[in-house]
């Protein structure tokens, strides 16, 4: 026997379909986007390709360089990036990942983009330019003159990188600019101003502290203007073609996300369109927010899912003690336990999808139940993705804490989206914000989850909860965590219960509602089907 014989490792997790997840393509027809499921498995064995996988690899392990200047001392505020990160990204807008939705009038548009952003996932880093260019249109259209330039090209399938006038570009991707190191999260504290010039531009002057995807051809920021803080288009490149004085004073050192470039930058009169009314900033700018945070719900349901799917493969190839670790009782309570999370996230996704895409035809019910729902799913689903990535690595054990696995890189990414568009402070108290000054958004959201009820008894004593917690109104903003924790549960249980593999949906009942679980993964009851849990969770690989 040599000393390098290699025995009992596992195979490499490629050459699989990623869209091969039984929660997203039963999602997929129940919200009205069954007509997207040849692509989304053409996307999906992309995603799941040797190929692929590499490129999110070689994106992560060479990240974003800034050039501030050139050879000869001319200022360019260039960000340099790995050829990977191109292919990856022109694969997503190839296939409509961003903007495309509103550009297409059939029923279901958004949830066939959710799903394809849920299943093109070799690099999650990528999928920020692509989530603010979906979510910048909506908030464009508040000024129709620059709506009808630009959103044709924000919507076109080509991605067309580079530095110039953007109205001579194929296709454009939109950043946002927001945030300033003494707001943060209040925009309104933002110092950043702006001028109104005769020829009915403005000139912004400020530093923005946190930018993401500075290489974009246009963003969105907010600045105050006489009439108070507004919301701005800004080009990187002007109409001339000469540029446009935002400066990218550095890229932020991230614990995560470390393909995609976020940044620091300063205006120094920079060139600005106003988007809608002056003083109108953050009414302007909802639309977006509200977009960007139904796709830190799917990064995180999708993170999720990359997760389970990773250490299942891992557990069905290795063995210790004599059995595959499948095959010992407390792997498959460990493994179970994080599919059931995994497709609750999944579940919840695509009803906040398929809301977005009523809501955007002008379904009023929809609109408020997504007020609601979308607040409390940003809250809780991405608030769940650290513990689920953190066990799911622990899976793999050692073989997990290393790079080559990409476990490691899974876990760095998974705080983030519980932090983007409104920590977990913000959210839940937009969801009591919401109830306070909206009645209708919790009638739509009574409504979705007692379309349930006499269907499980767990989940009829969890609802009854729920209204107790909201009929008290005392220390409702201290106790506001544990109430949206709440609402959000029962609403993935009614979804599982009445969508949902009824294995997953009994699972879910016992261990989320009824109480019959621990605080970590792996404390399922006895009697749960762990065979029908693990086998959706399973990936065919080849």
């Known amino acids: 026997?040599?000393?390098?014989?290699?025995?009992?490792?596992?195979?490499?997790?490629?050459?699989?379909?990623?869209?091969?997840?039984?929660?997203?393509?039963?999602?997929?027809?129940?919200?009205?986007?069954?007509?997207?499921?040849?692509?989304?498995?053409?996307?999906?064995?992309?995603?799941?390709?040797?190929?692929?996988?590499?490129?999110?690899?070689?994106?992560?392990?060479?990240?974003?360089?800034?050039?501030?200047?050139?050879?000869?001392?001319?200022?360019?505020?260039?960000?340099?990036?790995?050829?990977?990160?191109?292919?990856?990204?022109?694969?997503?807008?190839?296939?409509?990942?961003?903007?495309?939705?509103?550009?297409?009038?059939?029923?279901?548009?958004?949830?066939?983009?959710?799903?394809?952003?849920?299943?093109?996932?070799?690099?999650?880093?990528?999928?920020?330019?692509?989530?603010?260019?979906?979510?910048?249109?909506?908030?464009?259209?508040?000024?129709?003159?620059?709506?009808?330039?630009?959103?044709?090209?924000?919507?076109?399938?080509?991605?067309?990188?580079?530095?110039?006038s953007p109205l001579s570009k194929q296709g454009l991707l939109a950043g946002m600019s927001m945030t300033e190191k003494q707001g943060g999260s209040d925009v309104r504290a933002n110092t950043t101003t702006a001028r109104l010039e005769p020829d009915g531009t403005y000139r912004l002057v400020g530093h923005k502290w946190f930018t993401s995807a500075p290489m974009c051809d246009v963003f969105l920021t907010l600045a105050q203007a006489p009439g108070g803080l507004t919301?701005?288009?800004?080009?990187?490149?002007?109409?001339?073609?000469?540029?446009?004085?935002?400066?990218?004073?550095?890229?932020?050192?991230?614990?995560?996300?470390?393909?995609?470039?976020?940044?620091?930058?300063?205006?120094?009169?920079?060139?600005?369109w106003r988007v809608g009314d002056e003083g109108r900033g953050v009414h302007t700018i909802i639309d977006m927010v509200n977009l960007t945070r139904l796709d830190c719900v799917i990064g995180a349901a999708a993170g999720m899912r990359q997760g389970v799917i990773t250490a299942a493969h891992h557990v069905t190839h290795r063995q210790a003690f004599g059995r595959y670790l499948v095959d010992q009782p407390l792997m498959r309570n460990v493994l179970a336990d994080l599919a059931v999370e995994s497709e609750a996230a999944t579940v919840l996704m695509m009803r906040l999808a398929g809301a977005t895409d009523r809501s955007a035809r002008g379904d009023a019910g929809e609109t408020a139940f997504k007020r609601l729902a979308l607040a409390v799913g940003k809250y809780w689903v991405c608030k769940r993705w650290p513990a689920h990535a953190a066990e799911a690595l622990e899976c793999l054990g050692g073989n997990g804490y290393v790079e080559e696995s990409g476990m490691p890189r899974l876990f760095r990414e998974s705080p983030l989206n519980s932090i983007w568009e409104g920590s977990g402070n913000v959210a839940a108290l937009d969801v009591l914000r919401a109830?306070?000054?909206?009645?209708?958004?919790?009638?739509?959201?009574?409504?979705?989850?007692?379309?349930?009820?006499?269907?499980?008894?767990?989940?009829?004593?969890?609802?009854?909860?729920?209204?107790?917690?909201?009929?008290?109104?005392?220390?409702?903003?201290?106790?506001?965590?544990?109430?949206?924790?709440?609402?959000?549960?029962?609403?993935?249980?009614s979804l599982l219960v009445r969508h949902g593999h009824p294995a997953v949906a009994d699972a879910f009942c016992a261990s989320r509602l009824a109480g019959d679980h621990g605080h970590a993964y792996g404390t399922l009851p006895a009697g749960v089907d762990f065979a029908a849990i693990i086998s959706r969770a399973t990936p065919k690989v080849g």
């Not at 004085?245 to 550095?250: E, I, Q, V």
């Not at 909206?438 to 609802?463: H, I, K, N, W, Y």
């Not at 209204?467 to 008290?472: F, G, M, N, P, T």
Request: with cysteine; hydrophobic share 40%; aromatic share 6%.
């Open 1 to 164: 026997m040599t000393t390098h014989e290699v025995f009992n490792q596992v195979p490499p997790l490629a050459g699989y379909d990623a869209a091969d997840d039984p929660a997203l393509l039963v999602g997929l027809e129940r919200e009205g986007a069954g007509w997207a499921t040849a692509e989304l498995h053409e996307l999906g064995r992309l995603g799941g390709s040797e190929q692929a996988i590499e490129y999110g690899r070689l994106a992560n392990e060479h990240p974003p360089v800034l050039r501030t200047h050139d050879r000869y001392g001319h200022r360019i505020d260039e960000v340099e990036f790995h050829p990977a990160w191109h292919e990856l990204m022109r694969t997503a807008v190839t296939h409509g990942l961003h903007a495309a939705p509103w550009a297409d009038h059939r029923p279901g548009a958004h949830v066939a983009r959710a799903a394809k952003f849920y299943t093109w996932r070799p690099d999650a880093g990528h999928g920020c330019p692509i989530s603010m260019t979906y979510a910048a249109v909506p908030a464009l259209r508040h000024n129709p003159d620059l709506a009808a330039r630009y959103e044709p090209l924000l919507t076109a399938a080509t991605y067309d990188f580079g530095l110039r």
């Open 231 to 272: 919301c701005f288009l800004v080009p990187r490149v002007l109409p001339d073609g000469t540029r446009n004085p935002m400066r990218l004073m550095r890229l932020k050192d991230k614990l995560g996300n470390r393909s995609n470039a976020s940044s620091e930058v300063e205006y120094e009169h920079a060139v600005a």
């Open 435 to 493: 109830l306070a000054r909206e009645p209708q958004v919790m009638e739509a959201f009574q409504a979705e989850v007692s379309a349930a009820a006499g269907t499980d008894a767990r989940l009829d004593a969890a609802v009854r909860q729920v209204q107790a917690d909201l009929s008290d109104p005392a220390d409702l903003e201290l106790r506001a965590r544990r109430v949206v924790e709440r609402l959000a549960l029962v609403l993935q249980g």
